[in-house]
Every structure is written in C-alpha cells, then in structure tokens.
C-alpha cells in the first residue's frame, strides 16, 4: 500500500505561481514512476508530467512545457509540481499518481485524493 497526499493547490490570479507537492508513505520501494494528472470540470483526466523514481527522466504535456517543472527526491517520497505564469486553462483538480511497478500484487497505480488549483483571468 502506497498512501499519498496532496498539498499546495490554491487561487491565483493568472500569470502567479504555484507549487504542488506529494508526499507518498507506506511501499515506496515499490515505486518506479510518479505523476501529476488534473481534471477540469465537465473534462477527462489528463496526463500533466511524469518523472521516473530517480528523476532523470522526465516528461510533459505540451499546454504546460516551459511553464511547469516536475521535480522528486529519488526515493518515491515526494513529487513535486512547479508550475509558472498559470493560466485559466489550467484551472482543475491536481492528482497525485504513482506506478507501483517493483510489486507484482500492488494495484497499477495509486491517486491522491486531489488538491484544486483555480487561475482567475
């Protein structure tokens, strides 16, 4: 079991910043990837950036390259969001998720419960 929570989200005024983080307990060592996904409303889940456990690899969804960092400790306990010059568009809840990958019997992923982020224009 992966326990993982959220912190950071907030209103912001468009162009502000804001920095997310997550901090993972319990099966760690299982860890192989983390990720932040967010959902607007009335919208899919969607995939904003992804780091492996040790943080050399890196990946983002194009509407937030150059603009968010995704960032870890190396060792599957927390994950951090940078993100810069928010924009309305980036309004949506923020969902932690890690992949579970080194242990056979974990589920495929495990979520945070969410942290919203809302930009006013």
């Known amino acids: 079991q992966v326990q993982l929570r959220e912190s950071g989200g907030g209103s912001v005024q468009g162009g502000a910043s804001l920095n997310l983080t997550c901090s993972a307990n319990?099966?760690?060592?299982?860890?192989?990837?983390m990720a932040w996904y967010r959902q607007a409303p009335g919208k899919d889940r969607e995939l904003v950036a992804v780091?492996?456990?040790?943080?050399?690899?890196?990946a983002y969804v194009d509407s937030v390259k150059g603009r968010f960092t995704i960032s870890t400790d190396g060792g599957g306990n927390w994950v951090h969001l940078q993100m810069t010059n928010l924009k309305p568009e980036d309004t949506a809840v923020y969902y932690c998720?890690?992949?579970?990958?080194?242990?056979?019997?974990?589920?495929?992923?495990?979520w945070g419960q969410g942290t919203q982020v809302s930009v006013s224009s």
């Open positions: 998720n890690v992949e579970p990958r080194l242990c056979p019997r974990a589920p495929a992923f495990y």
């Open positions: 319990g099966d760690t060592l299982c860890i192989t990837a």
């Open positions: 780091i492996n456990k040790s943080g050399g690899s890196t």
